[in-house]
């Protein structure tokens, strides 16, 4: 079943530059997911969209749907996300000389996440044309991921049948296979002073910045240890420089794959936040947000043996390694689904110097449809919090 299969390189080469020349930055994934519903509804699969798009300011929901094939019901769980960062310039993705996918503007490729939506797309064109049979499998394209898995968090997770996943949003060659990743603490201070003159009468302001300046000097940032770290991304406040500035803000994250270990560093952030606004006499509100979970899966976590079984079948020999980001593959897994995270060949990811080589794209096709040829043997276990 799906074993003879050949993905076209000509079908995937349109497909990715279709995609990738739609902009969709988080929240604004709807061109995208119009073409992921006419390309699926063209073979015959329904789709259904939730209401994550309203729910958290967006314009599209997230998307899934049962390919319909052999056996009581779908074995494996395939997603991927519609978002990008944002694009900071024209979208012009072209394939050139060597077999490499680039963007001609000086911004992002893409492939973050649409390699993974190509692949799945032809991969389902592919076995609802055979006429081969094939086992049944569900797709599931989430939105607004880059946000910190907003999208997914959303997504009523009852809605799904499988009892494995397999999320295809790895960067490195195809190969790779995630099997642990950090849980995520977002930090938000904002310290409110009182602003005054700073030539004439400095003295009776409270500097929302120095407090911010001092706290931030205070933190234990950088790499915590070999699993954990921590960082203050945005600082900013102040209107003039002549005037003691009222408000500053400083927005920070901390990641871990020990939840104790990265409550300590978080903790440690905000002590530091109301420790700097007490000495400098101002007021501080601090929002600290559990973005998502880590998880670990062993060698015998089924999601892991079928991605191993899988890439075997292409002839490739599997790398197992562990994550400094998120993927959906945290929240499936922390919902109970066994859920891997597969390498699909994106390059320099979320940077002007995006790559993605055609011979990877093809890899990942072959992946998947093995993936589901496969899946009907390998039985869930519930391993996924084991180390």
């Not at 012009?92 to 492939?111: K, Y």
């Not at 996440?113 to 609802?128: N, P, R």
């Not at 030539?199 to 000097?217: D, I, K, T």
Request: with cysteine.
């Amino acid at each position: 079943m799906t074993g003879g299969l050949t993905p076209s390189r000509e079908r995937l080469t349109e497909l990715f530059l279709m995609l990738t020349a739609l902009p969709s930055p988080s929240r604004s994934e709807r061109e995208v997911a119009e073409a992921v519903i006419a390309g699926l509804r063209a073979v015959g699969v329904a789709v259904q969209e939730d209401g994550a798009g309203p729910a958290t300011g967006g314009d599209t929901g997230n998307l899934w749907g049962t390919v319909d094939g052999d056996g009581e019901g779908p074995r494996v769980v395939l997603g991927a996300h519609l978002d990008t960062v944002k694009p900071t310039d024209v979208l012009e993705p072209f394939l050139d000389e060597s077999g490499v996918f680039r963007n001609a503007g000086n911004t992002i490729l893409g492939g973050d996440d649409k390699a993974a939506i190509a692949a799945l797309l032809h991969a389902t064109e592919l076995l609802k044309a055979s006429g081969e049979p094939f086992p049944s499998y569900e797709l599931l394209f989430t939105v607004s991921e880059e946000q910190g898995l907003v999208g997914i968090k959303q997504f009523t997770q009852d809605a799904l049948r499988s009892p494995l996943g397999v999320v295809l949003d790895g960067s490195g060659a195809v190969g790779g296979m995630v099997v642990n990743a950090p849980s995520m603490k977002t930090m938000r201070a904002t310290f409110k002073g009182r602003a005054a003159h700073a030539g004439m009468e400095p003295e009776r302001g409270r500097s929302a910045v120095q407090a911010a300046a001092r706290a931030v000097a205070a933190m234990h940032l950088g790499r915590i240890d070999d699993e954990t770290s921590a960082n203050i991304g945005i600082i900013h406040g102040g209107v003039a420089t002549n005037i003691v500035p009222e408000t500053c803000v400083i927005e920070g994250e901390c990641r871990g794959h020990d939840e104790q270990k990265l409550a300590a560093v978080a903790s440690g952030m905000v002590d530091a936040v109301h420790q700097a606004a007490a000495e400098m006499g101002v007021d501080v509100e601090v929002d600290l947000e559990h973005e998502f979970p880590a998880f670990a899966l062993s060698s015998r976590s089924p999601a892991v043996r079928l991605g191993k079984a899988a890439l075997q079948a292409i002839g490739l020999e599997s790398r197992m390694y562990g994550a400094g980001g998120g993927s959906d593959a945290n929240i499936l897994n922390a919902r109970g689904l066994p859920t891997l995270n597969l390498s699909i060949g994106m390059m320099e990811v979320h940077s002007a110097d995006e790559y993605l080589a055609l011979d990877d794209l093809e890899r990942l096709c072959s992946l998947i449809l093995q993936i589901i040829r496969l899946a009907p043997g390998f039985a869930p276990g519930g391993e996924t919090a084991e180390r």
